[in-house]
């Protein structure tokens, strides 16, 4: 899973549906019948009477099809779910890679032809994915784009065995590069935890969930991997790689504030503070990832790396895939070297977001601070607001008072509406421009209404890359070439954006 991770409940949920009349349907099973407990193992046939001109994009296989109806049996409960369909007027296009059929479905409203463009980004991906994904993916893969009218930028996305559910705003910024980034991230969870998952993940019980230790694992292997399949397939260049490998320790040890192992925050993750956080499993799990891959193409002599090593570890747990939560590091040790312990124990049970320093040293790099230029317009609420579902407040804790003439406060609604993930994030959290905004906050448990706008800033700012060290031996040069799979003298540091 990808998706957004501030504030409010997102408009657009990959998990859920959209009914939209003449238009679009887009059926989510478990959004529509909930959890069926007493008839988890009890076959389904699903009818679906459609428009005749709309088409079903799904992994479900179609028992038959007729000019109005399409009738579907399933295993089970857990089938139907894994097999969301999206209905509206067909716009799919197919790309076969040695043999691997690959359809990439769009609904877009009144752009009928936006797959054929997807097909055309997502076609590299695919290509380079025939070395990681062949030993699991036996049958045709559907991406399931659906795209909605939205003022800010918003996307999520969500894996399912044979097919992915893409939401992402009209106008999402660096919309090649997310979608890229994305697609690779959601085709690569056939790996884990499609393939390779702990007991209590397989057939998930939605009514008491039993969380693990291993969103490192689910989540931080596979966005690592995204990135490297990404530069692989040539679409996204080493400088962008790096330094959203750069961005991810950044984020994992200032915005997050490592306050928590890998472990223990997974173990936690349905507590509400580590539920609002659940994107710290990514940033920490992909630098974890990095220096893991680094570790293990070191001491294979290059015989292997993080990759052969999910696939070890499913030849291992064959055929079912399914392993035990305390015993997944002990079988990574034995099938790998006895360095790899420690490693576990300084990255993923305990906390030590610097050891990574050592990992880079060893392909010639480090992390450095260089100077750019922020500008824009603000209201100051960075690292200042929290978000309760509960009530629906943003609470904004220790601001300067020149914002919004307070500075302990509960934001109610903005311009008479309730808040929602679209309207915080463009009106208050990246606002365009000065406009003033009016805002209902309770101060004090006392509801006032005032108006407020942002301001303007420029400053200087330093951020972190991954820096090339001055005088890098032939060793480290290779290591690096094998771990990235492209030349160290061919790197070049740049500024983030």
Not at 80 to 86: E, T, W, Y
Not at 338 to 364: C, H, M, Q, S, W
Request: glycine fraction near 6%; charged fraction near 25%; hydrophobic fraction near 35%.
């Amino acid at each position: 899973m990808l998706g957004p991770d501030i504030g409010p409940q997102i408009a657009m949920d990959p998990t859920g549906t959209s009914f939209i009349e003449d238009s679009v349907f887009l059926l989510n099973f478990g959004a529509i019948i909930g959890y069926i407990e007493p008839y988890l193992s009890t076959p389904i046939e699903l009818n679906v009477k459609r428009p005749q001109h709309f088409f079903g994009a799904t992994s479900l296989e179609k028992n038959s099809i007729a000019e109005t109806h399409d009738n579907y049996l399933v295993d089970d409960y857990y089938a139907l779910i894994d097999g969301p369909i999206m209905y509206c007027r067909p716009d799919t296009v197919s790309t076969v890679v040695d043999g691997q059929v690959y359809h990439i479905a769009t609904y877009s409203g009144s752009d009928t032809n936006r797959a054929r463009l997807l097909a055309e980004y997502i076609h590299p991906i695919c290509r380079e994915a025939e070395e990681y994904v062949s030993k699991v993916l036996d049958s045709d893969y559907w991406f399931i784009f659906y795209h909605f009218d939205a003022s800010s930028e918003m996307y999520a996305a969500l894996e399912h065995t044979r097919s992915s559910v893409f939401c992402l705003s009209n106008n999402t910024r660096s919309y090649e590069e997310r979608l890229l980034e994305i697609s690779a991230h959601e085709l690569l969870h056939v790996l884990t935890p499609k393939h390779l998952q702990c007991r209590d993940t397989k057939n998930f019980n939605f009514k008491n969930a039993v969380p693990n230790q291993h969103l490192w694992l689910y989540e931080g292997v596979i966005q690592y991997l995204a990135l490297k399949l990404c530069l692989e397939a040539e679409t996204l260049p080493p400088e962008y790689v790096l330094n959203r490998f750069a961005k991810a320790y950044v984020s994992a040890k200032y915005r997050y504030g490592d306050r928590q192992s890998l472990a223990e925050f997974s173990r936690t993750i349905y507590d509400s503070v580590s539920a609002y956080h659940f994107t710290y499993a990514y940033e920490k799990g992909t630098v974890c990832a990095f220096g893991l891959d680094i570790l293990l193409t070191e001491l294979s002599g290059g015989q292997t790396d993080l990759l052969g090593l999910l696939h070890t570890l499913i030849d291992n747990y064959a055929p079912t895939g399914v392993f035990e939560d305390s015993n997944l590091f002990s079988d990574i040790v034995s099938l790998t070297f006895p360095e790899i312990e420690t490693f576990i124990i300084e990255n993923i049970l305990e906390e030590n977001p610097d050891v990574i320093d050592e990992y880079l040293a060893k392909i010639g790099l480090y992390r450095h601070r260089m100077k750019t230029y922020s500008r824009g317009y603000t209201f100051g609420l960075y690292g200042k607001y929290r978000y309760s579902a509960r009530d629906n407040l943003l609470y904004v804790d220790s601001i300067p008072s020149r914002f919004f003439g307070y500075t302990d406060f509960a934001i109610e609604k903005i311009e008479g509406a309730a808040l929602n993930y679209e309207t915080v994030n463009r009106k208050l959290l990246d606002p365009e421009d000065d406009t003033p905004v009016v805002l209902d906050i309770i101060v004090e448990g006392k509801p006032i209404q005032i108006t407020a706008s942002p301001r303007k800033f420029e400053y200087e700012i330093k951020k972190q890359v991954l820096d090339k060290v001055s005088s890098p031996s032939e060793k480290q040069k290779a290591l690096f070439e094998k771990v990235m799979g492209v030349s160290y003298d061919d790197y070049v540091v740049t500024v983030p954006d």
